[in-house]
C-alpha cells in the first residue's frame, strides 16, 4: 500500500495532467488498468447505481467498502474511493470510516462538502488527515467543494468562495482540491492559479482536452459517471431488439472483451472453443 500511496501522490506532480477514469465494480476497473490507466478512482453514483441505490449517502457503507476492496484487487494500480461526504458529519464515524477505507485498499479519498458548512467540512478534512496517519498512510485527501456544481453562489462571487474554501480544506490537510463543474478556460485558469494545491475538474460535456487543461495547471482530470453511462447506454441500445427478437445479433458488433478469465487468474484449462468461452 505505502508503495501505491507515494505512486499515487507522485502522479499528481505534473507536468501532465493525472487522467482518471471513474470505475464501479472490479471488471470495469480491470478493464481500465489494462487499457493503461495509470491509477482508477470509484465515482460515488456509478457504484451506487451499479448496487440499486441512488447517489447520495444513501449505499450502506459495507456494500461500498466491499466495491473498494474488489476494485483494489482486480486494478493492480493505485485506486482512490469517492466517499461523497463521508456517510456522516460525526468526526469519530468519519475516523473510522476512513481506517475500512484505507484497510479496503485505497490509497486516496475524494471527500464533498455540497451543502454543508465549510467550517464543518475542514474538521471533516482534518479528522481524515489524523485517521490517515494513524494508520501509516499517505492518504491522497481530494477535497471537493461543490459552489459551482450545486449553484451555490454565481460568478465572481462562486470564484471568490470557491478558492476561500479551497483554502480552508487544503489547511486542514487537504492533499488536492476538486472542484466539478466548471469548463471555460478562463475560470479553470483562475481556479489553477488560485488554488493552493492540485486542481481537480471533472469531464464534462465540452471540457478541455487534457493537454490544455495541464497548461492551464490543472493536474488531474476525473471521468465521473461517463463510462458507466457509456457502458450501461450500450446496453440500452441493444436490449429493445434482443428481448423482440431473442437473437445474438442483438449484440453483435459490439467492442470485444479480452478473456476476463485470464485477467482475473480463471482456470487456463478451458480451452478457446469452450462453451465457458461463449456465455
Same mark, same amino acid.
Given at each position: ?11 499528481? #506532480? /505534473?507536468?501532465? +495532467?493525472?487522467?482518471?477514469?471513474? =470505475? ?8 481500465? #488498468?489494462? $487499457? ?21 449517502? !444513501? ?7 466491499? @466495491?473498494?476492496?474488489? +476494485? ?13 461526504? /463521508? %456517510?456522516?458529519?460525526?468526526? =469519530?464515524? *468519519?475516523?473510522? =470510516? &476512513?481506517?475500512?477505507? &484505507?484497510?479496503?485498499?485505497? @490509497? ?16 471533516? +478534512?482534518? #479528522? $481524515? ?7 501509516? +498512510?499517505?492518504? %491522497?485527501?481530494? $477535497?471537493?467543494?461543490?459552489?459551482? *456544481? ?28 476538486? @472542484? ?29 482536452? !487534457? ?14 459517471? !461517463?463510462?458507466?453511462?457509456?457502458? %450501461?447506454? #450500450? ?6 431488439? %434482443? ?18 478469465? /485470464? ?17
Amino acid at each position: 500500500m505505502t508503495d501505491h500511496a507515494t505512486a499515487f501522490h507522485a502522479l499528481h #506532480a /505534473g507536468p501532465q +495532467v493525472l487522467i482518471l477514469p471513474n =470505475t464501479w465494480d472490479a471488471a470495469s476497473a480491470a478493464l481500465m #488498468a489494462r $487499457a493503461g490507466a495509470r491509477a482508477v478512482a470509484t465515482s460515488s453514483a456509478a457504484v451506487a447505481w451499479a448496487q440499486g441505490f441512488p447517489d447520495g449517502d !444513501a449505499l450502506p457503507l459495507a456494500r461500498l467498502i466491499a @466495491v473498494i476492496e474488489s +476494485v483494489v484487487r482486480a486494478a493492480g494500480v493505485p485506486v482512490t474511493a469517492d466517499i461523497e461526504g /463521508g %456517510y456522516t458529519d460525526d468526526l =469519530t464515524e *468519519l475516523s473510522e =470510516t &476512513i481506517r475500512k477505507v &484505507i484497510g479496503a485498499g485505497a @490509497v486516496g479519498i475524494n471527500l464533498e462538502d455540497g451543502t454543508r458548512a465549510p467550517d464543518l467540512h475542514a474538521r471533516k +478534512v482534518a #479528522a $481524515a488527515r489524523a485517521a490517515a496517519e494513524a494508520e501509516g +498512510v499517505a492518504l %491522497y485527501i481530494n $477535497a471537493r467543494t461543490d459552489v459551482y *456544481l450545486a449553484k451555490l453562489a454565481e460568478g465572481e462571487a462562486a470564484l471568490a468562495e470557491t478558492l476561500r474554501r479551497a483554502a480552508l480544506y487544503v489547511a486542514a490537510g487537504a492533499s488536492g482540491v476538486f @472542484v466539478p463543474g466548471p469548463v471555460d478556460e478562463a475560470l479553470i485558469a483562475e481556479l489553477a492559479k488560485g488554488v493552493p494545491a492540485t486542481l481537480n475538474v471533472m469531464l464534462r460535456p465540452g471540457s478541455l482536452p !487534457a493537454e490544455r487543461l495541464a497548461s492551464l495547471g490543472v493536474r488531474r482530470l476525473s471521468s465521473a459517471t !461517463a463510462p458507466f453511462r457509456a457502458a %450501461y447506454g #450500450a446496453l440500452v441500445d441493444a436490449l429493445p431488439a %434482443y428481448l423482440e427478437t431473442g437473437t445474438f445479433e442483438s449484440f453483435a458488433g459490439r467492442a470485444a472483451l479480452p478473456d476476463l478469465d /485470464g485477467v482475473f487468474g480463471g482456470v487456463e484449462a478451458l480451452g478457446a472453443s469452450s462453451p465457458a468461452r461463449l456465455i
